[in-house]
C-alpha cells in the first residue's frame, strides 16, 4: 500500500495514460530533433560558410558525436528532475546512488564486448533464418579505416552514453514509474532502442543489447551501468574491426574471435551473477 501512495503522488493523481505515454517516448524525440539540427547546421556550414570543410561537417561520425554532446544537457537536466521527484516521494532512496568500484567498471566492460558477441551471434543467426540476402553492415561501412583511438572517444564513450541517457535514464525509468514491472519495461525499452536503430540489423543487434542493459541498470543500481556496458559494446566492436582489417578473415582472425569469445561469455556469466546477486541484496528500482 505505501509503495503504490507514492507512486501515485510521482505520477500525479488523474494524469491521462497518453500523457504518461509521451513522457516516456518524447524523450526519444529529443534525441531524433537534435541530430537532424545538427545535420541541418552542418549542411549550411558546408554549403554557405565553410565549403572547404565539407568532409567534415557531413561525416557521419562528426554528426553523430556532436549531437551525442549536445544531447547529453538536456537528457542529464531531464533526469535530474526525475530523479529528485522519486527521492522527495520516497520512489527510490534518498541518499546516494550505488557507486561501482574499479572491478566492477572493467566487469562490465568486458561484459559488455560479450554482449556485443552475443548479440553478433543472434544477428548471424536471424539473418540465416530470415534475411537470406544479408544485413547491410552500416556501422562498418562508417568505422571502416579510422583512427582507433578517435573511434573509441566517439564511438565508444560519447554516443554510447547520451543514448543510454535518452533510452535508459529516461525512457526505461519513466516505464518503471508507471508500475510497468521491471522485465517488461526493460524488453520494450529495448525493442524502441532496435527499431530507433533504423536498420534490422541493428534492430535485433540494438533490441538484445538494450534489454540487458537496462536489466542491469536496474539491478545493480547504478545509472553508470549501462553506460559502461555500452561503450564496453562498442569498443569491442571497434576493436574486431581493427582485428579484420589487420589480420584479414582468415585464421589468426578466426583463432582471435574464437578465444575472445571463450573468455568473454565466462565474464559475462560473471557480470550477470553479479548483477543479479546485487539487485536481490539490495532490492530493485533504486535509481
Known amino acids: 500500500m505505501e509503495e503504490e501512495r507514492v507512486r501515485e503522488q510521482l505520477l500525479r493523481p488523474g494524469r491521462p495514460v497518453m500523457r504518461g505515454l509521451v513522457r516516456i517516448v518524447y524523450p526519444a524525440g529529443i534525441h531524433f530533433g537534435i541530430q537532424q539540427l545538427v545535420i541541418v547546421i552542418a549542411y549550411f556550414f558546408s554549403e554557405r560558410v565553410f565549403p ?3 568532409k567534415l561537417l557531413m561525416d557521419p561520425l562528426f554528426l553523430t558525436t556532436a549531437a551525442a554532446v549536445l544531447t547529453a544537457f538536456p537528457a542529464v537536466w531531464l533526469y535530474g528532475m526525475d530523479r529528485n521527484k522519486r527521492r522527495s516521494t520516497g520512489v527510490v532512496p534518498a541518499g546516494d546512488s550505488e557507486i561501482l568500484n574499479p572491478a566492477e567498471v572493467v566487469l562490465l566492460l568486458c561484459g559488455g564486448a560479450a554482449l556485443s558477441l552475443f548479440g553478433n551471434m543472434t544477428v548471424s543467426i536471424v539473418e540465416q533464418l530470415f534475411f537470406p540476402g544479408g544485413f547491410r553492415d552500416v556501422t562498418g561501412e562508417v568505422m571502416a579505416g579510422r583512427n582507433v583511438l578517435l ?5 565508444g564513450i560519447l554516443a554510447p552514453a547520451a543514448e543510454e541517457m535518452i533510452f535508459r535514464w529516461l525512457i526505461y525509468l519513466r ?4 508500475r510497468l514491472p521491471y522485465l517488461p519495461a526493460a524488453l520494450l525499452s529495448g525493442i524502441m532502442f532496435g527499431l530507433y536503430h533504423g536498420n534490422a540489423g541493428q534492430a535485433v543487434y540494438a533490441s538484445i543489447l538494450g534489454f540487458f542493459f537496462a536489466w542491469v ?12 556496458l555500452h561503450s564496453g559494446a562498442n569498443i569491442w566492436s571497434i576493436i574486431l574491426l581493427q582485428a579484420s582489417e589487420s589480420m584479414g578473415e582468415g585464421f589468426a582472425y578466426q583463432r582471435f574471435v574464437a578465444m575472445s569469445m571463450q573468455v568473454l561469455f565466462i565474464i559475462l556469466a560473471m557480470m550477470l551473477f553479479w548483477a543479479g546477486r546485487k539487485g536481490k541484496i539490495r532490492g530493485f528500482r533504486a535509481v
Open 52 to 54: 572547404a570543410g565539407e
Open 151 to 155: 573511434l573509441i572517444l566517439t564511438a
Open 175 to 178: 516505464m518503471r514509474d508507471l
Open 217 to 228: 541498470l536496474e539491478m545493480s543500481g547504478s545509472v553508470f551501468s549501462c553506460i559502461l
